[in-house]
Structure formats: structure tokens, C-alpha cells
């Protein structure tokens, strides 16, 4: 997924560099100063999500500037930030189609960082809506989503098929990268729910702190930062489904409240007392036992028989035999059509060594493997010698571990970058990736030169 792109448009060198400190502190924003009505306009190619101008600019006024962007893209919200406190000057402003107008203060910041979280959750809602449009156009058929042959996935099969006919809670389980949110997928749209949304979260993602706002939302000055009412996500999944992956991260704590709010099916914003109703199909997964950890005391027996349902139970990708060669087909065929390649297929040396391999990351892996493959390849067919599973972990053996696609990714661009001597350029042209990603994640600390 790309970043979320900001332009500042300000001509005072230090405050366009403190607003572009603030805000790059969201590893998700790529921020680009320019100190120039004109060098912006130069740029509006590179479509921004928002862009921020200075009112008084040397070449231009905002005005100007603002009526000038929306010639050439008026989807780009614009923020008007200004050291003038005018009323009527911000409203001609936003009746002329500015997002929002901001005056220079001590909150200024403050008020920047939330106008923007509050863009970039609204293009996030409109991809949802423009992902469940295409989904709901092509039908989910699962066999084919769910791709292989083993007597492991046909008996997974036949329980996606029961609890299609059902609104029973389904609890699927399985290593990390067997494939437990498409599974999901599978199930919620093929029931008579399809039409209303799916929402995925991860709770191993979201902040301890942060989870009660993002399940069940929050109102308006509930706590600091809280400026407008939020929707939390069984809300924004009313009529539809909602798959809670990492159920096992839970924290204690907030298993109870969970545990009230599906008995009840029905719920308070964090800092409200209105009382709202919800209908939402639940659906669970998580790469632990449950049982166990009920048994340890990590986890509520109470709401462990609440949630788990129908047990489906994903086997890890080293049981599933030949299915191995038909995802890696079916991984290369994807690679070639998002890179335009011409047609690649895999030798019976790659696909013997393929099948010798025990994927401790399971279909996650494959799926890096086949893509570094597939780049690695000369010619229209993989040979064994791209089919590289130490070359995806510089320092541990890659076997012993599991890891994220996020992990994989960057252990991908570790050793390309080893390999072209760190000439980050060349690798990302290599990648077919931004230079500045791989800068950033240099930054961070997840790759080290």
C-alpha cells in the first residue's frame, strides 16, 4: 500500500520544516516541502491526498492558489493555514472549496495533525466502499479463492460451506500465513450478508489503549484528541460481518466488555450513554490455542465459549502437499500480470525443491518466495536456482523463524540492497519501488546498511 502523501506549501524555510517534522512523525505520511505556489502546481502530477498552503505566498494569494488546484484535481482536499484570524476571509475560503482553514497558533499543529487524520480516514471509508463494489461484482467463488486439492482443504471446504448457511460464530485457527482473513472473506461473502460490509481488524495491531475506542468508537471529548464522535468498528460493520483477528491478544481486561457487548448485542461509545443497538455476524481467528490459554489464565472461559462457534481449523502449508505447486502457479501467474511480464512457468527442478521445503511462514511465504523468484528469473522459466529461502533472512536461518509480509519485504530489499552494494537507486528500481521507501525504512531501523 502506498503512503499517504502531503504537500506544505509555506515560504518561511522554519515553520514549512517544523510543520513537515510534526507531521512525518506518521511513518504512513510522505511529506514534501515546497516554498512556491508555483512549485506546487509543478507537482500536482504526483496526485497528493491533501495539500496545506500558506495564505500569503510571494507569487500567489491562497485564493489564487486554492482556485488553481481545484482546476486541476478538485478531489485534493486543501488546508488553508493563515496568520490572519479574518472570519470572512475563511469563509470565502471554504465556500470556494478550501477543506479547512487553520490560523497560525500555538495549536496549530494540533489542529493540522487531526484536519488530516480525519482526510485520510474518510479516502480510507471511500477505497472501502469502492473494494466491497468490486467484490460484490465478481463473485466470491472460495474454491477458487481458496486455491488447492488436499484432503486438509476439502475438509476446510465443507465446514465454509455449513457456515455459509449459518450466523453462527465461526473461530478459525491456524499458523501464521495459512490464510485465516480469506477464509473469512470467503464465508461472509458468500451468506446473505454480502451485500453489507466486512470489517477486519487486527488486535494485535491496535495500541492496549486504543482498542475500546476502535471496537466500539468513542464521543466527542471522551479523552484528549477525541475533537468529533467516532464510529468504532462493530457499528461500522451493522448488517455485515466482523472478523477480530488476533482474538488471543485481547487484553483481559477488555474481554469482559467484549463478552457483555456480544451477550447483549449492544454497546456505549467510550464517554457516552446513549445505548446502541447492533446486528454483526462475529467472525474470530488466531495462530494460538484458546483452550490453553484459557487454561492459563489469559483468556475468559466465558467468552471463549461465546466466541468460538464453528470451529475451522486451516492446516499449516507442509501438510497440504501438492497444493504447494498449485498456490506457486498461481502466485507466478499474479506476479506476471501486476509486472507485465511475459508468461513465466517453473521448472520440475523448482517445483522438487519447492515441495523439499517445510514454509514455517506458510502461504505468506510461498507467496515472497515466488515473487523473488519470479524477479530473480532470466528468460520465461524459474529454475531451481531462484527458488532462495535463506536469501530472505541475512542473519537468521529463515527456517527457524516466523514472520509478517511486512518482515519478508524488508528482508527482500536487505539483500538486494547487499547485493548492488547499497545503492539504494538502483534497488528500488530493481524492486519497481519508491526510493524514499526504502529511505524510510532505513530510518526507522527495519533495514540496517
Not at 113 to 132: H, P, T
Not at 237 to 243: D, Y
Not at 425 to 441: N, P, R
Request: net charge negative.
Amino acid at each position: 500500500m502506498s503512503n499517504f502523501k502531503i504537500f506544505i506549501i509555506e515560504d518561511d524555510p522554519w515553520y514549512g520544516q517544523l510543520l513537515m517534522h510534526h507531521l512525518s512523525f506518521n511513518p504512513d505520511y510522505e511529506v514534501v516541502l515546497f516554498d512556491s505556489a508555483q512549485a506546487c502546481l509543478n507537482n500536482l502530477h504526483q496526485n497528493p491526498d491533501v495539500i496545506t498552503i500558506d495564505f500569503n505566498l510571494p507569487d500567489a494569494s491562497g485564493v489564487v492558489l486554492l482556485k488553481k488546484i481545484r482546476q486541476s484535481n478538485p478531489k485534493i482536499p486543501v488546508i488553508v493555514i493563515s496568520g490572519q484570524e479574518e472570519i470572512s476571509i475563511a469563509l470565502d475560503l471554504l465556500k470556494q472549496g478550501a477543506y479547512d482553514y487553520i490560523v497560525k497558533n500555538d495549536s496549530t499543529k494540533e489542529l493540522l495533525w487531526n484536519s488530516i487524520l480525519k482526510i485520510k480516514e474518510n479516502a480510507n471509508l471511500r477505497n472501502e466502499v469502492e473494494v466491497l463494489k468490486e467484490q460484490l461484482e465478481t463473485k466470491f467463488d472460495f474454491e477458487k479463492t481458496i486455491l488447492g486439492q488436499s484432503q486438509a482443504i476439502r475438509k476446510s471446504f465443507s465446514l465454509i460451506e455449513k457456515a455459509i448457511k449459518s450466523n453462527i460464530n465461526v473461530s478459525i485457527s491456524g499458523e501464521t500465513g495459512t490464510g485465516k482473513e480469506v477464509v473469512a472473506k470467503a464465508i461472509h461473502y458468500n451468506s446473505e450478508r454480502k451485500k453489507m460490509p466486512f470489517v477486519a481488524v487486527n488486535m494485535a495491531a491496535i495500541p492496549k489503549e486504543l482498542v475500546e475506542s476502535e471496537l466500539f468508537g468513542h464521543e466527542k471529548g471522551a479523552f484528549t484528541g477525541a475533537i468529533v464522535r467516532k464510529v468504532g468498528k462493530f457499528e461500522s460493520a451493522n448488517g455485515g460481518s466482523i472478523f477480530l483477528d488476533e482474538i488471543a491478544e485481547l487484553d483481559v481486561n477488555l474481554q469482559s466488555k467484549l463478552l457483555r457487548v456480544l451477550q447483549e448485542r449492544e454497546l456505549l461509545r467510550v464517554g457516552g450513554n446513549e445505548v446502541v443497538k447492533f446486528d454483526t455476524r462475529l467472525l474470530i481467528a488466531t495462530n494460538k490455542n484458546l483452550a490453553e490459554e484459557v487454561k492459563n489464565g489469559n483468556f475468559r472461559e466465558d467468552l471463549y465459549y461465546r466466541l468460538i462457534g464453528l470451529p475451522i481449523e486451516l492446516a499449516p502449508l507442509r501438510e497440504r502437499g501438492k497444493d504447494i505447486l498449485i498456490l506457486a502457479k498461481h502466485f507466478v501467474e499474479q506476479y506476471v500480470k501486476e509486472n507485465k511480464m511475459k508468461a513465466l512457468h517453473i521448472s520440475e527442478e523448482a517445483n522438487e525443491k519447492l515441495l523439499r521445503y517445510h514454509y514455517p511462514g506458510n502461504i505468506r511465504e510461498l507467496k515472497s518466495i515466488i515473487d523473488l523468484a519470479c524477479l530473480m528469473s532470466d528468460g520465461m522459466e524459474i529454475l531451481a536456482q531462484d527458488i532462495s529461502y535463506q536469501a530472505l533472512s541475512a542473519d537468521t536461518p529463515f527456517t527457524n523463524i516466523e514472520k509478517t509480509l511486512k518482515e519478508y519485504n524488508a528482508d527482500i530489499i536487505r539483500f538486494f540492497l547487499k547485493k548492488h552494494d547499497d545503492n539504494v537507486v538502483e534497488v528500488a528500481h530493481k524492486l519497481g519501488i519508491g526510493k524514499s521507501t526504502i529511505y524510510k525504512m532505513i530510518k526507522s531501523g527495519e533495514i540496517t546498511l
